[in-house]
T-cell receptor, first 116, second 112 residues
Framework: NAGVMQNPRHLVRRRGQEARLRCSPM?????VYWYRQLPEEGLKFMVY????????ESGMPKERFSAEFPKEGPSILRIQQVVRGDSAAYFC??????????????FGPGTRLTVL | QKEVEQNSGPLSVPEGAIASLNCTYS??????FFWYRQYSGKSPELIMS????GDKEDGRFTAQLNKASQYVSLLIRDSQPSDSATYLC????????????FGTGTSLTVIP
């Protein structure tokens, strides 16, 4: 049973370019969360999605960032016109269902984004 | 006030000792609590989950929850050098849908 998969594992972009980060949840999981982690800092929630729906994007910057989880295929976190401050590790986590209070999140290996 | 607070450490304990990691949270209605371990450069790995007041044991790990004091802790018995990592406390908010709040983590070093 494959775990949460993320690609690419490392991504280098120049300022002003676009970054696309992909996440495939664990089999049987329909809920995806994206987090950002800066060096020596904790995980910061960005967005929570179900298939074809954004449930909570309260942690997402208002500009340049967007996320989707289409009916088919992986969830994608998109960062337009990247700046150096976007350099961080971006983690995706998945859980099997939303409303249950016993849900647990399982993390993917992360994508380390470096903006030159 | 942060949703979840942890002492950043670093915490150092000798091999074989008990390591005690603490976490407080602000949302009194929270019902789900988790401890994750994160090695440097790696992703968080779930260690324990706890939902009821009291202790929950799993091998060398014991999670303790006190909802009245809004406090959750993790004890690691017989600490090993391989336990050296950052430990993240996570709380599922009661009034924010499915959002999980993470502390900044406590860095633990087990000295051989």
């Amino acid at each position: 049973n494959a775990g949460v998969m993320q690609n690419p594992r490392h991504l280098v972009r120049r300022r002003g370019q676009e970054a696309r980060l992909r996440c495939s949840p664990m089999k049987g999981h329909s809920h995806v969360y994206w987090y950002r982690q800066l060096p020596e800092e904790g995980l910061k929630f960005m967005v929570y999605l179900q298939k074809e729906n954004i449930i909570d994007e309260s942690g997402m910057p208002k500009e340049r960032f967007s996320a989707e989880f289409p009916k088919e295929g992986p969830s994608i976190l998109r960062i337009q016109q990247v700046v150096r401050g976007d350099s961080a590790a971006y983690f995706c986590a998945s859980s099997p269902s939303g409303p249950s209070s016993t849900d647990t999140q399982y993390f993917g290996p992360g994508t380390r984004l470096t903006v030159l | 006030q942060k949703e979840v607070e942890q002492n950043s450490g670093p915490l150092s304990v000798p091999e074989g000792a008990i390591a005690s990691l603490n976490c407080t949270y602000s949302d009194r209605g929270s019902q789900s609590f988790f401890w994750y371990r994160q090695y440097s450069g790696k992703s968080p790995e779930l260690i324990m989950s706890i939902y009821s007041n009291g202790d929950k044991e799993d091998g060398r790990f014991t999670a303790q929850l006190n909802k009245a004091s809004q406090y959750v802790s993790l004890l690691i018995r017989d600490s090993q050098p391989s336990d050296s990592a950052t430990y993240l406390c996570a709380v599922k908010g009661a009034h924010t849908g499915n959002q999980f709040y993470f502390g900044t983590g406590t860095s633990l070093t087990v000295i051989p």
